[in-house]
């Protein structure tokens, strides 16, 4: 349980690449039992903001707090196995199974020489089942189709049970009835207990099924709040990101803000 | 279950394979040895033409092979599951091309008369010299940098190479060096094994320890880290494993090619295509390899003898060429 709000927040995070500053002073947190959305034009600062999350790009100032404690100080295993780390295009490099592949996101939970035990292969068979690749389990993973791959490679990322998972556009590439698979499983592992921060273009996607969304612009936080035309996703802000109009679809109590025009 | 009953058979037959081929190495010659004999010889506090020639020819001999064997084997599934290409193989960072130069040096200089040793020492400094340019060439950058770094070592060894077997002093001299690069496992003393020993054993330990971030590896440099392996760990492990494993195995026995190639390529498939439980296999596979190919340079008619690279890159290039119809079929 965290005791205070946030289960990650970051504050006035600076990320320089190649000396140049792609995140400037970003401050923003994610409850526990989110499904938190991070959205922007090309080059705001997304996956770095993700990939500064998972440890991967030191921060050149501020804090990242996990758990109400520095990342920095927290132990890397405690990490790995809390934290799991969807890349925007994720590879497997050798022909393993399916159910090899996604015994790799156990990994953390394992001595390095240890062989996976009942609890790793329960895991294992629950993540494929939750994407729905059980049926896969003994094909070769460059064998697959794209759809397929981005689902095994996400059970990878379930197997390892993380209380958050961190995704850089896993709906990319999709078709709209995998996108909306997708968006629904990850739904799904949200109400099960697991927190996600999910990096995304499409702003349909964004508004229905996020809890929150944060808005970013060149680097800086533009706007973070309920992913709606009222909040964060109100015209003159998407106009101000990404320099489109917006028009809204509503289905009941959903509704989705769909690009039209560019300004 | 099954994973585990295909684990142990496989090595269980690797293992086997390897006690055979040693057996053979040490029983063929020109008197042939059975086994109980070797073993009688190996014990007998004689010295008797034949104990002797077991204990002090055969036997470094056959070490040689294995050990020279084993370390390619290994250091190329290594370097395969690090770079995530098929076609990686042990020469692929420049250190046994550094390995060459410094003991064809200590060839050209005729150190090797007058300093025992001289020639594996040369080949140690020779590895190490390598290791040095790589590490300061590649810094602290990718992969692709590193392997970068390795060609251009290996260029440059091959260059200084040419130029030493261009200025021998006679033609005898460049003779010498050539042979000496075909690579041979004959005619080596327990001190040439004992000296590079040491060496490959503290290689072998540091590339067998890579394993677990290797198979991590498969998922990325990214996803690897995210799962709690540090790239930079990772990356000294391997150049410091493939510096201490094969510049001595060059310095051994020279320059043979293939092994590091061929070996983790035939046995990926059995291990299940994990890059960890491969170094292991290579290990074993890369000894079985090159004792095999050292008992048929022994068996072949020859008047002249034959050398243990021709022959592994008689067999190593073919393969290699089929490798890359197999590769282009899987990519299109």
Redesign the interface.
């Known amino acids: 349980m965290t005791d205070g709000k946030f289960l990650m927040e970051v504050r006035r995070l600076c990320v320089h690449r190649a000396s140049r500053r792609v995140l400037d002073s970003v401050g923003a947190g994610i409850k526990e039992g989110e499904l938190y959305g991070v959205i922007g034009a090309n080059g705001s600062g997304k996956s770095t903001l993700l ?1 500064t999350l ?3 790009l030191p921060a050149t100032s501020g804090q990242i707090l996990y758990r109400n404690a520095p990342a920095k100080r927290t132990a ?2 405690t ?3 809390e ?5 925007q295009n ?8 399916v159910e ?2 996604v015994t ?1 996101g156990r ?2 939970h394992l001595g ?2 240890a ?1 996976p035990g009942n609890a790793d292969r329960r895991a294992v068979s629950e993540a494929m089942a939750a994407v729905d690749v059980t049926c896969l389990a003994d094909r070769p993973a ?1 064998r697959l189709s794209g759809g397929e791959q981005r689902r095994a ?1 996400l059970a ?1 990322a379930l197997a ?1 049970e993380p209380r958050l998972l961190l995704a850089d556009e896993p709906s990319s590439g999709l078709d709209p009835y995998h996108q909306l698979q997708l968006m629904e499983l990850l739904r799904d592992r949200v109400e099960s207990g697991v927190s996600v921060i999910l990096v995304l273009h499409n702003l349909a996607l964004a508004s229905r099924f996020c809890d929150r969304v944060l808005l970013l612009k060149e680097g800086k936080v533009l706007a973070e709040g309920d992913p709606t035309v009222e909040d964060a996703l109100n015209p003159e802000n998407l106009a101000t990101a990404y320099g489109v109009s917006t028009r809204t679809l509503v289905d009941g109590h959903q509704m989705a803000v769909i690009p039209w025009d560019r300004i | 279950m099954t994973a585990r009953r295909e684990s142990l058979l496989l090595f269980g037959a690797l293992t086997g394979l390897t006690g055979l081929v040693t057996l053979l190495s040490l029983g063929i010659g020109t008197v042939f040895l059975a086994p109980h004999e070797i073993v009688a010889l190996f014990w007998a506090d004689d010295d008797k033409l034949m104990g002797v020639a077991l204990r002090e020819i055969r036997l470094p001999r056959t070490l040689a092979a294995l050990l020279v064997g084993g370390t390619l084997g290994l250091t190329g599934a290594a370097l395969q599951g690090y770079t995530r290409n098929p076609l990686a193989d042990s020469g692929l960072l420049g250190v046994n091309g550094g390995a060459a130069l410094g003991a064809v040096l200590v060839l050209y200089t005729g150190a090797f008369a007058a300093i025992p040793f001289a020639l594996p020492l040369g080949g140690l400094a020779g590895a190490l010299v390598a290791t040095a340019l790589i590490v300061a060439l590649s810094g602290r950058a990718n992969i692709q940098t590193l392997i970068l770094a390795g060609v251009a070592v290996s260029s440059l060894a091959a260059a200084l190479t040419s130029l030493v077997l261009n200025f021998a002093p006679n033609p005898y001299a460049a003779l010498e060096i050539v042979h000496w690069l075909l690579g041979s496992v004959a005619n080596r003393s327990w001190d040439d094994v004992g000296l590079v020993l040491p060496f490959m054993a503290a290689g072998a330990v540091l590339l067998l320890l890579s394993g677990p971030g290797l198979r991590a590896l498969t998922l990325g440099e990214d996803t690897a880290a995210s799962l709690g392996f540090s790239m930079r760990k990772l990356r000294w492990l391997i150049i410091a494993g493939a510096a201490l494993a094969v510049g001595p195995a060059t310095a051994l026995a020279g320059a043979i090619g293939f092994v590091g190639l061929v070996v983790p390529h035939l046995l990926r498939p059995l291990v299940g295509h994990d890059p960890a439980r491969l170094l292991p296999a290579s290990a074993l596979g890369g000894a079985v390899l090159l004792t095999a190919a050292d008992i048929v340079i022994r068996l072949l008619p020859a008047d002249r003898d034959l050398k243990l690279g021709v022959i592994t890159a008689l067999i190593g290039a073919p393969f290699f060429l089929f490798l890359i119809l197999k590769v282009r079929k899987e990519w299109t």
């Open positions: 990939q998972a440890g991967l890397r295993r990490l790995a196995r934290i799991a780390y969807l890349p994720p590879v497997c490099h050798w022909p393993l199974t090899r592949l790799l990994i953390p390095p020489w062989r460059n490679l990878r390892g």
